[in-house]
């Protein structure tokens, strides 16, 4: 049975949750698309889900996959294209790091491979699955989200950075392939922290102790907050064929420019 019955275009966004995955499905929600939420931890999957289709009655579905895996990748794409049809945008949002950092003599090669995995893979594996049916269309719309690692290797981040890198190469390689058939591929550079959970959380513990009253009362000056981060992926998607823009960094005001160092 068909869960997208006006035929509404379809994202797929990979990676959802609390933060720039349920704010950009959200988003594209609002505008009339049906959304493919796609993560590995189905409670969390479950309740962003409801949350949206509570406000946009059955725009979302949800999809527990392990990126890591190709055939449960495969077998996700194929679950929406039966349930939603083609995929018309996909947002990569997947991604692993760790908080506390380590040497490249501490990091174990089951953690690189582990994260490189969802860093990069991942992202392989599912541009395979939606681009013959972009291609097929003349148009589709693909956006990685990056980070300041993509271009910049940091201390204590060995597990975390080279797979960014491979990231922003597939987008390239997907540009130089494809974006005369009609495909545009951005990647996102999010450089500096994004308002969630964890990161949020964490910042505002710190800033309490330090004392740091103006940026409690003003994150958003500090801090990305993610429903300003699905304005720029929408913003993307919606560019003119005359102006597609293939790399794009983002950070708050008040946050230093650490990609470009």
């Known amino acids: 049975m068909s869960h997208n019955p006006k035929n509404n275009r379809v994202l797929a966004v990979v990676g959802v949750g609390p933060g720039i995955g349920e704010a950009v499905s959200r988003h594209f929600a609002s505008k009339g698309f049906s959304v493919a939420l796609i993560a590995r931890t189905e409670d969390k999957l479950q309740k962003i889900q409801d949350s949206i289709n509570e406000s946009?009655?059955?725009?979302?579905?949800?999809?527990?996959?392990?990126?890591?895996?190709?055939?449960?990748?495969?077998?996700?794409?194929?679950?929406?294209?039966?349930?939603?049809?083609?995929?018309?945008?996909?947002?990569?949002?997947?991604?692993?790091?760790?908080?506390?950092?380590?040497?490249?003599?501490?990091?174990?090669?089951?953690?690189?491979?582990?994260?490189?995995?969802?860093?990069?893979?991942?992202?392989?594996?599912?541009?395979?699955?939606?681009?013959?049916?972009?291609?097929?269309?003349?148009?589709?719309?693909?956006?990685?989200?990056?980070?300041?690692?993509s271009i910049r290797g940091s201390p204590g981040l060995s597990s975390f950075s080279p797979g960014k890198f491979g990231l922003r190469a597939l987008s390239q390689t997907i540009t130089r392939e494809f974006q005369s058939k009609g495909i545009h591929a951005a990647h996102l550079i999010v450089d500096g922290?994004?308002?969630?959970?964890?990161?949020?959380?964490?910042?505002?513990?710190?800033?309490?102790?330090?004392?740091?009253?103006?940026k409690l009362q003003e994150m958003h000056r500090y801090v990305m907050q993610p429903r300003d981060l699905a304005e720029i992926y929408w913003f993307l998607y919606t560019q003119p064929r005359s102006t597609w823009t293939q790399e794009l960094d983002v950070r708050a005001e008040k946050e230093s420019m650490f990609s470009k160092l």
């Open 56 to 149: 946009y009655p059955g725009s979302a579905k949800y999809y527990v996959t392990d990126v890591r895996d190709e055939s449960s990748v495969i077998k996700t794409f194929a679950s929406i294209k039966e349930d939603l049809g083609p995929v018309h945008v996909l947002i990569y949002n997947a991604g692993s790091r760790r908080i506390r950092p380590r040497t490249i003599l501490e990091t174990s090669s089951e953690e690189f491979e582990n994260f490189t995995r969802i860093n990069m893979f991942g992202a392989f594996f599912a541009a395979k699955c939606v681009l013959p049916d972009m291609l097929a269309a003349g148009e589709g719309t693909v956006i990685f989200t990056g980070a300041t690692g």
């Open 193 to 214: 922290p994004v308002q969630s959970d964890i990161i949020g959380g964490w910042l505002r513990k710190k800033w309490e102790r330090e004392g740091e009253s103006e």
